[in-house]
């Protein structure tokens, strides 16, 4: 046997998740796989690294995420996230198959990437359907056979058509999941249960659904993992009592930390290391803390070639200066040393440029005609700590054959994807209280065009604008452009590193909180008022959107 | 949404393995799943079962056995192990492969049954090549590709060729495993690593073996785990400091109990209830050693469509009076009861049958040729307590040009794959005592012809009586054949009921015992004879076998 290493680890405390301690040993690696661990390794290596010490274990592994929402593309979003010791995700990229359908998974499947990325197939694509939304592309039964051919798709992403999957044993959502059960048997089932409980939860997992990542409580973890449900724990869930709950059933080997959504801005911080962190700040032993971050998210996903340091699994370590802020000091990525890099963006096909297709706006646009003197229109308004808004019905003034909204702002649709160039109008309360504009091609999950605003020339200025750069976030202030952020792929991402954009969206969010935009996250509260998944009354290029009733309304009730 | 169910359990304690403890609950069945658990179910059903307090538990789940053990097929094989509450199985038929490669293995997977019956594939096609042993079948490469399209193979089964898996990367193992991480990449790996340890141990799991159902002490457990072998607890593993080791270290989630061989005559007592029985009987509780057989099994194979009760799962289930006997009361399979039936048997196709292609013995077959007066012989001598054999060399008389073997019992290959029509001698010592003779066709792995014996006109019976009933076990005494039990498929399993299966084999036993072949298990010894992976000497169509050098020796070394 040749018993020459590529590399020995000494002077180290290996992480070992099947005892949940650490042991001062030395780890030995060849061909990018951990080969040997023992108390003391005598054999030749090629290269030695002394630990000094420190902590070493695997690389994090954060199963429920979205690169998009980063708003980069893999090889950016690797290099930011490989410096904060993620080695290995499962991303959901529903957000570039609602804008190019198969062909934008593709694209990202096709980027060489230090950062391990496998890939959920978004079952939800578009989020409703053809006839409340219009996306650039759909996910069928045809596309699911065909991405379940490649070994890099480990799940079904996150289904939250409850209706679908429970009682239409035809629906579109219905089909792709028998399509999985009969093609990859054993491919796990991701759910989006908020707040399902009692027989609805029952049904969700008879269906074969068995993870949920939305937000937790003590109650529900105690119905969920009962239950069989595995748990993928994001920031917002992690109240105290939330861990509290975990750690006093023992609950580690049936939950795991995510990081679902985080923003350039974010990003440049930290990543699923800060929820580690959290979790150990928060009275988690750390060997629990970094259990769930490495050995469950990879066995949930089948990925048993990683999340420890034994032989046979890929040497994917990070080493450590503390078990307190999980800032890794040095990452290794299949035994080979990650330096902070620019990777080579790859060329952008052509498809995936200049991909807002609507005509620009003129001043007209955002006048809401009307007859009569006054107006009972339906509102959306905001909750300033959720994604939620309300449906509010006020009676409006009508000067001149147009409608007064003063008091509130406009949101005008432009469907973007040159099908039926329709352009829709909604009123918005709690959102901008100052003169102005934002307009936004990132919005959830339909990306048509979002134009929000307080004045006619504001808002035809930020929609030209966002043509111009196809895509991404503009604000308007006074006439006068104050922040834009390009996102020039599918008007929904970028090449430009994570850096770039993280300062472009910090300045987004400064120009919206002028405009006053009162919100815990301004651009995410914007970006989502077309979630017509999300309660209770939404917007898309079709109309208003009752989210619950997955029915259109009217702006205008009635004119009196 | 339709809420008559198939069947509700009332008046159940229900086995959770997240809590690893029993409620009081009930269980909603529809379309052969859980659909939901709760302390109380309203809603209407087709039947109610009321388990009048009794325990409910998920079926058992055995993931490392062989068919062929029980010398039967699937479907009786499957009438008897539902009896004892196994109600899934893992199984690797490397029996039926050896007499008829991929087309046994296709037949086993062809018939019908109420088990779950999954297989791994059978990783060594002959246990070691075609230099040393014939076999009927070879599973090579392109078996392998072909085999995992089918969704029921779970896993490559018992790797144990070490020389092969790590030093040699062109051979047909490595070729092997190297296919199934390409087609299949988390088909589990597992592996036979009796007493490996240290550097040979982090070799096979670099290789990405990662499971072990050999023999295991406390010593071998301590290191395998926390290097990330999954271990699979058969009996003769069972000992108590195994088990308080696995207790202690709370090593539950990392190991589960497997039966790997069970013979017709102890299937008709039990099966891996008794492990659990005696897991329990050893201090182990009680909702530990369930989650062992239940949970743990069915994660290790990916199948997370069972081994809980909870929504979504497959309802296996069991009643049962105590958690002490594990004896079940009632056995239900995908919601409905199973009773004790006989299933129809399968036509079987004509090329398994009649397969013993070797001439009938005549009474010169068993006459050793020899020149000079004394020859240096080397004998296969017989461990009573395993299966393990040694190797010795003795001075044997010559008379009149033949070997005097008197004292030793002459051991005769007969090829009966019709390929070479060999015949090859052997001596053993500490088989028979007495005059007589046995004769199978059931002998580990390649299953051709052994003939043992004290007396030429009792071999040639029992050859020839072996011959006319196509494969299995004959005995004769004093010239008259004491017993028989026929396998007439392959020359391996029967057709027939277990309970016939094992009333003959208990004949054969007895018989054998009567000729005074001392032995813990006489027909398991007999029949590993013929084992070339066993240490410590062998025999086959090719010669007498050292196993650990895997070279051919004479049985006469020197004339005197």
């Known amino acids: 046997m040749n018993m020459q290493y590529d590399l020995i680890v000494r002077n180290v405390n290996i992480y070992n998740p099947f005892l949940r301690t650490f042991e001062k040993k030395e780890a030995a690696i060849r061909n990018g796989i951990f080969v040997h661990i023992a108390a003391r390794i005598c054999d030749s290596a090629k290269a030695v690294l002394d630990g000094e010490g420190r902590w070493m274990i695997p690389g994090f592994v954060d199963i429920h995420m979205h690169i998009e929402s980063s708003m980069s593309i893999p090889v950016r979003f690797s290099d930011a996230v490989m410096q904060h010791g993620t080695t290995t995700v499962v991303a959901d990229p529903h957000e570039i198959a609602n804008v190019s359908g198969e062909e934008g998974i593709l694209f990202f499947l096709s980027q060489d990437t230090d950062l391990d990325i496998f890939y959920g197939i978004p079952s939800s694509v578009p989020s409703t359907n053809s006839t409340l939304e219009t996306t650039g592309g759909v996910i069928g039964v045809v596309e699911v056979e065909d991405l379940l051919k490649n070994n890099r798709i480990r799940c079904l992403g996150e289904v939250m058509n409850f209706q679908g999957v429970v009682n239409e044993p035809d629906s579109l959502i219905s089909q792709i999941i028998d399509t999985c059960q009969k093609i990859r048997p054993d491919l796990p089932l991701e759910g989006h249960c908020p707040k399902v409980t009692g027989a609805d939860l029952s049904a969700f997992l008879a269906r074969g659904i068995s993870a949920d990542h939305t937000h937790q409580t003590k109650e529900s973890i105690m119905e969920k993992i009962p239950n069989g449900m ?45 929820l580690v962190a959290k979790a150990v700040s928060m009275g988690m032993k750390p060997e629990d803390a970094i259990y769930c971050a490495t050995f469950t998210p990879a066995r949930r996903m089948h990925l048993e070639d990683r999340g420890a340091i034994v032989p046979g699994r890929i040497a994917d370590f990070l080493l450590l200066d503390d078990l307190s802020s999980f800032v890794p000091v040095m990452i290794y990525k299949n035994g080979k040393k990650i330096e902070n890099k620019e990777t080579p963006v790859p060329v952008i096909p052509e498809q995936f440029l200049h991909t807002l297709h609507c005509r620009k706006a003129v001043k007209e646009d955002f006048i809401i005609h009307c007859q009569g003197t006054k107006a009972l229109v339906n509102i959306m308004s905001i909750e300033p700590h959720s994604t939620f808004t309300t449906r509010k019905k006020v009676l409006l003034p009508v000067q001149d054959g147009k409608l007064d909204y003063t008091g509130y702002a406009l949101l005008t649709v432009f469907e973007r994807y040159g099908k039926s160039n329709a352009i829709v109008h909604g009123l918005v309360e709690n959102a901008m209280r100052n003169k102005g504009a934002i307009a936004a091609s990132w919005a959830h999950d339909h990306h048509n065009v979002l134009v929000m605003g307080t004045d006619e020339e504001d808002m035809v200025l930020a929609q030209n604008k966002l043509l ?53 996250n301004e651009i995410m509260s914007f970006s989502t008022l077309s979630l017509l998944v999300s309660p209770e009354i939404k917007i898309s290029d079709k109309g208003l959107v009752l989210t619950r009733e997955q029915s259109i309304i009217p702006l205008v009730e009635e004119v009196q």
């Open 230 to 274: 595995f748990l993928e724990i994001q920031e917002k869930s992690m109240s105290q009592e939330v861990i509290d709950c975990l750690i006093d059933n023992n609950f580690f080997e049936y939950f795991c930390f995510v990081t679902d959504d985080v923003m350039a801005d974010r990003l440049r911080i930290h990543h699923l290391n800060h």
């Open 468 to 520: 111009e750069i196809d895509g991404g976030f503009v604000t308007v202030e006074n006439h006068v452009v104050t922040a834009i952020c390009p996102l020039e792929i599918g008007g929904i991402v970028s090449s430009r590193p994570i850096e770039s954009l993280g300062k472009d969206l910090e300045e987004v969010r400064s120009a919206m909180q002028r405009l006053g935009y009162v919100h815990d």
